[in-house]
């Protein structure tokens, strides 16, 4: 979920919210005045005021939290616990998605209004101890909410990024309130009660330069949780070699290039006569080019960042469309539009699937000390001979370099030592049994074609496989 879906999802709370807030805060306010006609309120009348309008606020608050954790997910969560802590850090570094720690940021960003509103709201929340206790208890029946409605997942880091930005709204706040009462800012309060900001500050830029400053990208392949071995028997069928082993890296040629991914949908748009462009946004960690809808037809181009490949469909496209067997003429057409677009590989071989649709494919056998492409092409024709659907997964890669890998027995203690997640947890008395290796190729997250191992065999007998990094 990115900032635009948060976005969109708070946008449906936002009125129900106000509506809230402003039923509260008069009714609220009619008691008040009624107490305060009768001679039951006494001289502390603008504390009282305060305090009916922090918590109306504070109810609006929780209403929209409540609403975008709870009441914008359907049901599809049932029985999902994470109880790894940090595991969304580790997961969104192996995988370098800015997304996911916008997400982390989020979940702490979302809880400093509490920090900041409860000690406001009553002078018990002035001492850390409480405010932290309260967000804790908050985000703890949301995320026991979660779990036992299946609207998302009960996850120990929510728990504490929750918690955590409980604690930074009650530091901003003794903060402002120290600022107010000493009319001036003083390193001493500004480290005091920023600490934990600075701190995370401070480590997110050395995350940063660390990244930058390292050659290749990480692989999104490296374990999150790990896995637990101890309950399974683990065999090898295979002879192991200790040698050290040389393989070549390469590097995506349009990887990370939105430019190249804009020029593709405006080059497609043209080259096939399609309506202009009328919107350009996020799909995850993609780029999603709308094109105007006309006459029927409402085409997007889905762009690939990390690797340059791209995904153009008529969202009114109906596969049924496709003709069964194409005809010659038909074939010589798609061959057309893709040398026109200057996309049709020489060394590309045609075929044709059972439901018509054109495949090009480039199949690798080596990776040589050169710069290499692969991948595949589809296009889907209507019966009118206008584009269904164009898939380009063909992707161009310089060669870079030679690096030392682990040797296969190395590459084969990660499997021993569980350093791999595994989907569903092994059960004691599963047998498995490796059968299988070789040495494919994967992209990281800058956009390096790195060599990894790819172990398979049985597991109860069944096919199971595994990637594993190599590189040294």
């Known amino acids: 979920m990115d ?6 999802r708070l946008s449906v709370f936002f009125l129900p919210g106000a509506v809230l807030i402003v039923t509260i805060l008069a009714v609220s306010l009619l008691i008040y005045k009624f107490r305060m006609g009768k001679g039951g309120v006494s001289s502390s009348g603008g504390h009282r005021k305060k305090q009916i309008i922090t918590g109306s606020l504070l109810a609006g608050y929780l209403f929209l939290v409540f609403g975008l954790t709870n009441l914008s997910r359907g049901d599809a969560y049932t029985g999902s616990i994470n109880l790894s802590l940090f595991s969304g850090y580790i997961d969104a570094w192996n995988a370098y998605s800015l997304i996911a720690f916008q997400l982390i940021v989020f979940n702490i960003i979302m809880f400093m209004p509490l920090g900041v509103l409860l ?3 009553h002078s018990r929340f002035k001492k850390l101890y409480w405010t932290m206790a309260a967000s804790f208890g908050v985000t703890l029946f949301i995320e026991i909410f979660q779990f036992t409605t299946g609207r998302g997942i009960f996850e120990l880091d929510d728990i504490f990024h929750n918690t955590l930005g409980g604690v930074i709204g009650y530091q901003l706040y003794l903060f402002v309130y120290s600022v107010y009462k000493d009319r001036r800012i003083t390193l001493k309060s500004f480290i005091k009660y920023l ?27 490296n374990p999150t949780y790990g896995t637990d071995m101890s309950n399974v028997a683990l065999s090898t069928t295979i002879e192991l070699s200790s040698n050290s082993v040389f393989a070549p890296v390469y590097k995506n040629k349009y990887s990370n290039n939105k430019e190249h991914g804009r020029s593709m949908a405006e080059l497609i748009g043209k080259s096939l006569k399609l309506p202009e462009l009328s919107s350009e946004g996020r799909d995850g960690e993609n780029v999603q080019y709308s094109y105007k809808e006309e006459a029927g037809t409402r085409y997007y181009m889905t762009y690939f960042v990390q690797d340059g490949t791209w995904y153009l469909s008529d969202d009114n496209f109906n596969y049924e469309e496709v003709l069964a067997t194409q005809s010659e003429e038909m074939e010589g057409y798609a061959e057309t539009i893709l040398t026109t677009l200057d996309m049709l590989p020489k060394q590309a071989e045609l075929s044709i699937t059972d439901d018509g649709v054109f495949r090009w494919s480039m199949e690798r056998s080596s990776y040589p000390k050169e710069d290499i492409e692969d991948g595949q092409i589809m296009m889907s024709l209507k019966k009118d001979g206008t584009v269904g659907s164009l898939i380009y997964n063909r992707t161009e890669n310089e060669f870079v370099r030679e690096v030392e890998l682990l040797s296969t027995a190395e590459a084969f203690e990660k499997i021993r030592e569980g350093k791999f997640d595994q989907m569903i947890p092994f059960q004691k008395g599963d047998q498995l049994i490796i059968t299988q290796y070789k040495l494919a ?3 990281d997250s800058k956009g390096y074609y790195q060599p990894v191992y790819h172990f398979s065999g049985t597991l109860n007998g069944e096919e199971w496989a595994q990637f594993v990094t190599a590189i040294r």
């Open 3 to 8: 900032l635009k879906e948060i976005i969109t």
């Open 119 to 121: 000690p406001l709201f």
């Open 195 to 221: 600490s934990i900001p600075i701190i995370f500050t401070v480590a997110f830029v050395s995350m940063l330069t660390y990244y930058h400053a390292k050659e290749f990208g990480n692989m999104s392949i």
């Open 441 to 443: 190729y994967m992209y």
